[in-house]
């Protein structure tokens, strides 16, 4: 732990705390506040925002440009607001050892890898990564576990062990004798994961969701002994599968959290209400079509706009995120947050397969279209690969009671045929373990066509 930030942490995580007793209207004037803060910020220190918003200063937030990553990425030393900071030297600092050391001595910084293999690196000064770090005990604390540095609580996190990854660096920040954590690399083969598991008993479990159902297929079978207080997954569309799968195994479903490397956590679970809120007092949210078009709540966007509120160093105004999501038409009766819900994330639209349609030309099928049938099968894993060929191949791990591969195949087509998509050849395979990505992640969707996306 850095003893230095510890009482600016818990002074930031008390303000938090306050912001979930705000009414609706007392958290709108705080979002304006907020917003014209950052732009002011942004248009005296940052020569990008300074073009890029020329004569647009004074318009509202809906009529600003989108801001992409490879923008971003493209005009890195005149959108920081510190001349200092040059995205070679970033680079440079980024292949050393990441533990313990700060960019220029004041700067966290986090990357995502980006599977393009161009990665993206975002810089957070020392108030803006107290809030990033509130923003993640947030999320913990609305599970009900209460944090608190002083009790003793172990941690284990399996996920991508890149030091540069954003959890690898609150972990580092965090880090007391009182709150031990491992990280544990999602790629390992999976009887090491359970054995680190089994020695380490962790109190609380973080895992990428399709993890944290192949992790409670384990302790069902009895090969994984542990008994977490919570789980929390992140990072990949949690199905129902997946929910009912650690509620078998640990006694409660996990408590699901949404977030990027880019802006922390944009939403968590509420214990009371099981649903998905918004960071709101931390960011604002912009549901939108491919054409930047807003989605009313309701519906799935496109795309989702980010603006971080708190960002100084790198400020993300209307910051493009690739993930498909709705948002809640009505305020949550339950809990009392006045944040709106997420009530729906269908993944990243690169996630969905560009299909013949029946009537010619392509569909878009979203990934969820095969969670309706994938989600009931007697199976501990499965993934669909579009084929360069356009035939689909679909991969079972641990399949039971005499699952019949015909059957599947015709379950799919049928479902596809629903949609529009013409029939296709479907190959269905039996395999040990769901093949991981490099950063251990098990997409349910893969395409051998294209390969693009983000990997947090
Ligand atoms: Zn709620």
């Known amino acids: 732990m850095n003893i230095k930030i510890m009482p600016k942490l818990l002074s930031a995580i008390r303000q938090l705390r306050k912001h979930e007793n705000w009414t609706r ?16 910020y942004a248009y005296a220190y940052s020569p990008f925002y300074q073009k890029f918003h020329r004569g647009l200063e004074d318009r509202p937030l809906n009529e600003l440009p989108v801001l992409t990553k490879a923008m971003l990425m493209e005009h890195f030393d005149e959108l920081v607001t510190d001349p ?9 600092f980024a292949s050393g050892n990441a533990d313990k050391r700060r960019y220029l001595d004041r700067y966290w910084v986090t990357a995502t890898s980006g599977s393009s293999g161009h990665p993206g690196f975002f810089l957070f000064n020392e108030p803006e990564w107290t809030t990033v770090i509130a923003s993640f005990a947030r999320g913990q604390e609305w599970s009900g576990a209460k944090v608190n540095f002083l009790r003793r609580r172990r941690m284990a996190t399996v996920a991508s062990i890149s030091p540069w990854h954003m959890s690898s660096q609150v972990a580092v920040t965090v880090k ?51 008994a977490p207080e919570k ?23 996990p408590f699901n959290q949404y977030g990027a490397t880019e802006t922390a956590d944009i939403a968590a679970e509420h214990k009371l209400c099981r649903r998905m809120h918004v960071f709101e007092d931390l960011l604002l949210v912009e549901v939108v079509d491919q054409q930047y078009r807003p989605v009313p709540p309701g519906e799935y966007g496109s795309k989702l706009l980010v603006t971080t509120l708190f960002s100084r160093t790198q400020p993300l105004i209307r910051y493009e995120i690739n993930d498909s999501v709705r948002l809640s038409a009505e305020p949550c009766p339950i809990c009392g947050l006045p944040f709106a819900f997420i009530d729906g994330i ?51 791990s641990g399949a039971r009671n005499g699952i019949r591969d015909e059957a599947v195949a015709d379950a799919i ?39 693009n996306g983000r990997i947090v």
């Open 25 to 40: 209207s007392q958290l709108e004037v705080s979002q304006a506040d907020g917003l014209r803060r950052l732009r002011e």
């Open 84 to 92: 200092s900071i040059q995205l070679e030297k970033v680079r440079e």
């Open 176 to 226: 007391t004798p009182s709150t031990p954590s491992i990280r544990i690399a999602a790629s390992l083969p999976l009887e090491n994961i359970v054995q680190k598991l089994n020695t380490w008993q962790p109190d609380l479990l973080i895992a990428y969701a399709s993890m944290s159902r192949i992790l409670a297929e384990e302790q069902l079978a009895g090969r994984l002994h542990i």
């Open 231 to 253: 789980v929390f997954t992140s990072s990949e569309v949690l199905t129902d599968q997946m929910r009912r799968g650690v509620k078998a195994a640990w006694g409660d479903e």
């Open 346 to 396: 269908q993944g990243r639209v690169e996630d969905a397969l560009s299909i013949p349609a029946a009537k010619g030309g392509k569909i878009l099928i979203q990934p969820l279209v095969f969670n309706r049938v994938m989600d009931i099968l007697p199976v501990s894993g499965w993934q669909v690969i579009q084929e360069a060929d356009l035939t689909l191949t679909v991969l079972l």
């Open 413 to 451: 087509r049928k479902e596809l045929a629903s949609e529009g998509a013409s029939v296709l050849p479907i190959k269905v395979q039996h395999v040990a373990e769901i093949p991981k990505s490099a950063s251990g992640k098990a997409p349910l969707i893969k395409s051998n066509i294209h390969q």
